[in-house]
């Protein structure tokens, strides 16, 4: 590890992924999370403000994790190579989530029998959940550590599945039903969006006790973690998290009690996720893997890193540029009248 430029773009490119995978997880979190409520929701009126509300950006949101998983294999391959057969059946039943939600996504508005809505609406919200799901135990895995040997994943096929990743994985669907129901408050209005406002107050304390009981897991996995949130000094750099945690969640209930500023939820939402990821950062910082494997130790050579970066100086603000101009351009309330076919 050196002190020069290899420090310093490794460490660039771990913020740079990091960002992705937030973004992703914001983004396309929402669209996944109006996945999840569908059941709740039978009427078809309901259903079709629901998709209407994401179609013009649910698809080009997995942009970022197209990047944050081709930033991965590409900056830091070791991570990649170690990380893909310890997680594998999280990650295949996440892709192939993805894409039969994506597939229902578009059938819905095409079938024109009631058996066929039927089946591409439970299609839309299993593909949705399972994504969800399969997420929050993919993040659970990695934080309880993964074993490795030499430079190679050494551990067994089921080691992935534990109560604390099952414990992750509720937790991140329950965090992105929460989103939805935020994104549903901004994007209708009147009795439309009621219930939607009723839901997201009953998901926001679900998603604050489940960020509760992983932070309060999460310490107890690693002795690492444990010294960091519990140990003099290194307390201090971590104390500011769950005070900032405490105060958006006291501002997100007032938003959502009180009638206005129906864009004010979602953006708290967002800020509270950041604040689960800062603290996730803060819990495994420098590694990549945890216990041992360091963003050092798996970054690519510095010639590589640095052909990729002129690419991504390149490329980043284009996809930020158009991502922003699609919000911008669809943003406002959604017109019950009009909408995808």
């Given at each position: ?42 009427k ?9 509300a ?25 991570a ?56 929050g ?27 604390f990743?099952?414990l ?15 994104w ?42 444990y ?15 769950p ?21 004010l939820?979602f ?14 950062g ?5 590694n ?54």
């Amino acid at each position: 590890m050196g002190l020069g430029v290899d420090f310093d773009l490794t460490v660039a490119w771990a913020l740079v992924l990091a960002l992705a995978v937030w973004i992703y997880v914001v983004l396309d979190g929402f669209d996944l999370g109006i996945g999840i409520l569908y059941p709740l929701f039978p009427k078809k009126r309901s259903r079709d403000l629901m998709m209407n509300a994401v179609a013009p950006v649910w698809d080009g949101n997995e942009t970022w994790l197209v990047l944050g998983g081709g930033g991965l294999m590409a900056a830091f391959p070791l991570a990649y190579a170690i990380l893909l057969p310890a997680l594998y059946p999280p990650i295949v039943a996440m892709l192939l989530a993805l894409v039969f939600r994506g597939v229902a996504f578009e059938f819905r508005w095409k079938t024109t029998s009631r058996f066929g809505r039927r089946f591409w609406d439970m299609a839309f919200f299993g593909g949705s959940l399972v994504a969800a799901l399969a997420q929050g135990i993919t993040l659970g895995a990695l934080l309880q550590g993964i074993e490795v040997e030499g430079r190679a994943y050494a551990g067994g096929w089921w080691d992935w599945l534990t109560p604390f990743s099952l414990l992750c994985g509720a937790a991140v669907a329950a965090g992105y039903a929460f989103l939805g129901a935020c994104w549903l408050v901004l994007k209708l209005e009147g009795e439309d969006q009621t219930p939607f406002r009723h839901l997201a107050r009953v998901l926001g304390l679900v998603t604050v006790g489940f960020i509760a009981a992983v932070s309060l897991a999460t310490p107890f996995l690693e002795a690492d973690y444990y010294q960091r949130w519990f140990t003099w000094p290194q307390m201090l750099a971590a104390a500011p998290v769950p005070i900032a945690v405490a105060a958006i969640t006291l501002l997100l209930a007032r938003s959502l009690l009180h009638e206005g500023r129906d864009w004010l939820p979602f953006v708290l939402g967002l800020a509270l996720f950041g604040l689960c990821f800062l603290g996730l950062g803060l819990s495994m910082w420098p590694n990549v893997i945890p216990p041992d494997v360091t963003i050092w130790d798996a970054a690519a050579p510095e010639k590589s890193q640095v052909f990729m970066g002129v690419g991504a100086l390149v490329l980043l603000p284009i996809i930020l540029g158009y991502t922003g101009y699609a919000y911008w351009v669809f943003r406002g309330k959604l017109d019950p009248e009009k909408g995808y076919h």
